[in-house]
Antibody
């Protein structure tokens, strides 16, 4: 069964750090990209970052550049999103997603990150 | 970045009716790398259409996509009760990948 399982969300104070994890299983992509997309509750979708399966290529949205770091462990089929210097406006559901290229074929169920004092 | 604008913001229809959703890009979308996603409350989005007009696995044929360049359309030929949801377009040709703001299809 194809599955993406996210973890690591929670409540954090402004300025704090949090690391999200996402593990993929059951997918048959030989070469894939893993992505993070976030959604403020009740609002639209915003792409955050992506990484190629071999870790050779990473990109970030301007809103998180310099604060968030995406990394991957191909042996574990896991991608991480290290979020530093968190702001109230980073509060959102963070979805992990995967695809054969930049297209998103599958989504995880999401993990809620709340930045509040 | 390539800004996607969806219209209308809300589409009020009845089951059995035809729904037409629009997505306009501020720049041409290379290779027509445009996707449509459906999202229901409390759920993750689901891929419906990719490459502007190809249906994803398991998607009913009442969903169809068309368009190229800067103008794209998602058509739902006959709305079923389970189709009432929010629909997003997304371009994945250039970074940053961008989403439209969504169209809510309501009864």
């Amino acid at each position: 069964e194809e599955q993406l399982v996210e973890s690591g969300g929670g409540l954090i104070q402004p300025g704090g750090s949090l690391r999200l994890s996402c593990t993929a299983s059951g997918f048959s992509f030989s070469d894939y990209w893993m992505q993070w997309v976030r959604q403020v509750p009740g609002k639209g979708l915003m792409w955050v970052s992506h990484i190629k399966s071999d870790g050779s290529n990473t990109r970030y949205a301007d809103a998180v550049k310099g604060r968030f770091i995406i990394s991957g462990d191909s042996a574990k089929n896991t991608v991480y999103l290290q979020m530093n210097s968190l702001r109230v406006e980073d509060t959102a559901v963070y979805y992990c997603a995967i695809g054969g290229g930049w297209l998103i074929n599958h989504w995880g169920q999401g993990t809620l990150v709340t930045v509040s004092s | 970045e390539n800004v996607l604008t969806q219209s209308p913001g809300t589409l009020s229809l009845s089951p059995g009716e035809r729904g037409t959703l629009s997505c306009r890009a501020s720049q041409s979308v290379g290779k027509d790398y445009l996707a449509w996603f459906q999202q229901k409350p409390g759920q993750a989005p689901r891929l419906l259409i990719y490459d502007a007009s190809s249906r994803a696995t398991g998607i009913p044929d009442r969903f169809s996509g068309s368009g190229s360049g800067t103008d794209f359309t998602l058509t739902i030929s006959r709305l079923e009760p389970e189709d009432f949801a929010v629909y997003y377009c997304q371009q994945y040709a250039t970074s940053p990948q961008t989403f439209g703001q969504g169209t809510k299809v309501e009864i």
